[in-house]
């Protein structure tokens, strides 16, 4: 686990079948620490974790319980999920603790809609820092970056580059991305960059 940006820490996991990693991340903050969309972990990083706290555990979608299970068990963390996507995560094994809703704040973050993968899916907003948070809406590949997920495995694909396309819109510099290659800076006109891509309706 290392420090991506001031009070901000990220770990990864290699996924050998998409080429890419997948990350989990840690946001400090005083209205106690974020924990979002937890990758499986070594026990150090556990350890640290487990010493710098967990207050939440915020999933951004359904697939993306990952190692909340295991955070929750060792931190005290709750975990949290849009309710349109709790009945799969929990499906999936996931401990649900309480619900996030679009629009509503969490720590720093104003939780924004990025449903069009999932109906529940959400992206994490901090304007003050200029940082987007993101699970499955896009993801960071190529390094540099931003990409969508094959239609194959995504719900509602126009709905999907809608809720991109109002993601473009928000001011962030930075961009954390649950799958791929996160981007520190210069990120706005990467996600710009995707939508220029899509075809006009």
């Known amino acids: 686990m290392h420090e991506i940006l001031p009070g901000i820490f990220t770990w990864s996991r290699r996924s050998e079948p998409h080429g890419y990693d997948f990350n989990g991340h840690l946001i400090v903050h005083p209205q106690g620490n974020l924990c979002i969309d937890p990758v499986e972990t070594d026990a150090e990083t556990l350890?640290?974790?487990?010493?710098?706290?967990?207050?939440?555990?915020?999933?951004?979608?359904?697939?993306?319980?990952?190692?909340?299970?295991?955070?929750?068990?060792?931190?005290?963390?709750?975990?949290?999920?849009?309710?349109?996507?709790?009945?799969?995560a929990r499906g999936q094994g996931a401990v649900i603790d309480g619900d996030i809703e679009v629009g509503a704040s969490i720590g720093?973050?104003?939780?924004?809609?990025?449903?069009?993968?999932?109906?529940?899916?959400?992206?994490?907003?901090w304007p003050a820092r200029e940082i987007l948070v993101v699970g499955d809406v896009v993801i960071g590949n190529p390094p540099g970056a931003c990409s969508l997920l094959r239609d194959s495995v995504v719900d509602d694909p126009p709905r999907l580059r809608r809720a991109v396309t109002r993601l473009a819109t928000l001011d962030f510099d930075t961009l954390l991305v649950g799958d791929g290659t996160s981007i520190p800076t210069g990120a706005a006109a990467a996600l710009k960059a995707l939508v220029a891509t899509f075809a006009t309706p």
């Open 108 to 125: 720093p973050f104003t939780i924004v809609d990025a449903a069009g993968k999932s109906p529940g899916e959400i992206a994490l907003h």
């Open 47 to 88: 350890g640290k974790l487990a010493g710098l706290g967990v207050a939440s555990i915020v999933l951004t979608n359904r697939n993306h319980s990952r190692a909340a299970n295991v955070v929750r068990a060792r931190t005290g963390g709750r975990t949290l999920i849009h309710p349109a996507d709790a009945e799969r």
